[in-house]
Structures are given as C-alpha cells and as structure tokens.
C-alpha cells in the first residue's frame, strides 16, 4: 500500500481479555516499529524488527506484550490479560533501513479497556 | 538513555506570524532528526528528515536546523496559517530506535 496501515482503529476490550493489534507496513520496508502513545505524552518505544526478527524489545513493559512479524512484512501486537492501563494509542511505523532513513507511521489502534 | 526535551509545551500565535520551535536532545551519537506533525485523534505525519551529517533541511515553509555537537534542533514554520495548527513532535534515532519528546501544541489564531 501506499503507507503505513493499522487495525482495528479503534478496540474496546474488557479488563482481562486478549487483543491484536495489526500493522501492515509500507512495502520493502525492512525495519517496522511498535510504540505507545498517552494523552499528552510522546510516543514510547515498544520493539523494533528488523525483517522476521524482534532485534530489540526493551520497551516491552511486562511479558504480556508480544509481537510477531513471521514473514517479514504484517506484524501484529499481542496483548495478554489486558489491564486499564493498558488503555493508550498503538502507534506502527516502517522505515526503508534501521534508524538512519526516515519512518512513516500509521495512523494508530486507540485501544481502550474497561 | 536518550532524552529530548521541547520548548515550548504550548504555542499560539496570529495567522501569518514566523515562529520557531525548539528541540534538544541529550547525547549526540545520532542517526538523524526527524519532524512530525500530529493532528488531534490522528497517527504522526513526517516533515522534515535531518540526517546527522547535514546542517538543515527545507521544505515549503519549513526549514529545520540541526546542531548535533549542542544536541538542538529548531523548527522554523514561515507565515504560519490557522492549517498548520497540530502538535509537532521531534524524534531522535539513535541505537535501534527513535526518541521523542512530549511535543509542541501550535494554535495559529485566524
């Protein structure tokens, strides 16, 4: 596609239950990204692929959170046992390279749980 | 850990003002800087890309300087327009990812 997609836009989940969120990047990108973005605040680092591989998830808060990009493109973001404060905007970006080339992102998965 | 900071939180300004908004970020060992605009409920649109060996980049009305040995970075918008009211958020890549700071809340007042 053109750029950067994101589903669902928005989700509504009930405290404890289990939710994905997908990212499909922009075509050829190697590197993809998940951040987290509260009101008022700037996005937050979550995990970095570098094609099939997670090459860092430092910003993984808990081992609730899980992503996955098996073929290289798709990535989609696993949320176990979802909490209140999981409540937030999940924000997927690409880029052409790692770091050094400019990143677009997606429009963002509000997701709230209640 | 790389930090950015950006001053100032919140900017309003009459239509057709020059303005400038400023970023600073604390270690030096960089990639590239990177402008965003973030429309309210809306994803991050990319503006301006600084590599790290390059001193400024334009496009339209904006011009974005980058000072890595300082660690800042301004963003100039020319004759601001009510359109280019958003939050501008400024990205530093470093190591494996990008480092933001909490944005800057432009109002350009019609």
């Known amino acids: 596609g053109a750029g950067v997609s994101q589903t669902p836009s928005n989700k509504v989940t009930e405290k404890g239950k289990y939710v994905e969120l997908r990212c499909d990047p922009i075509s050829g990108h190697t590197a993809l990204y998940w951040y987290r973005q509260s009101l008022g605040q700037g996005p937050e680092f979550l995990i970095y692929f570098q094609g099939t591989g997670a090459a860092d998830d430092s910003g993984l808060p808990n081992d609730r959170f899980f992503a996955v990009r098996p073929e290289g493109s798709v990535s989609t973001l696993k949320i176990q046992r979802t909490e209140r404060g999981d409540s937030a905007v999940y924000l997927c970006?690409?880029?052409?390279?790692?770091?050094?080339?400019?990143?677009?992102f997606g429009q963002g998965t509000r997701l709230t749980v209640v | 850990k790389q930090e950015v900071t950006q001053i100032p939180a919140a900017l309003s300004v009459p239509e057709g003002e020059n303005l400038v908004l400023n970023c600073s970020f604390t270690d030096s060992a960089i990639y590239n800087l990177q402008w965003f605009r973030q429309d309210p409920g809306k994803g991050l649109t990319s503006l301006l890309l600084i590599q790290s060996s390059q001193r400024e980049q334009t496009s339209g009305r904006l011009n974005a300087s980058l000072d890595k040995s300082s660690g800042r970075s301004t963003l100039y918008i020319a004759a601001s327009q009510p359109g280019d009211s958003a939050t501008y958020l400024c990205a530093v890549a470093t190591g494996n990812q990008f480092y933001f700071g909490t944005g800057t809340s432009l109002t350009v007042i019609p």
């Open positions: 970006a690409s880029s052409l390279r790692p770091a050094d080339t400019e990143a677009f």
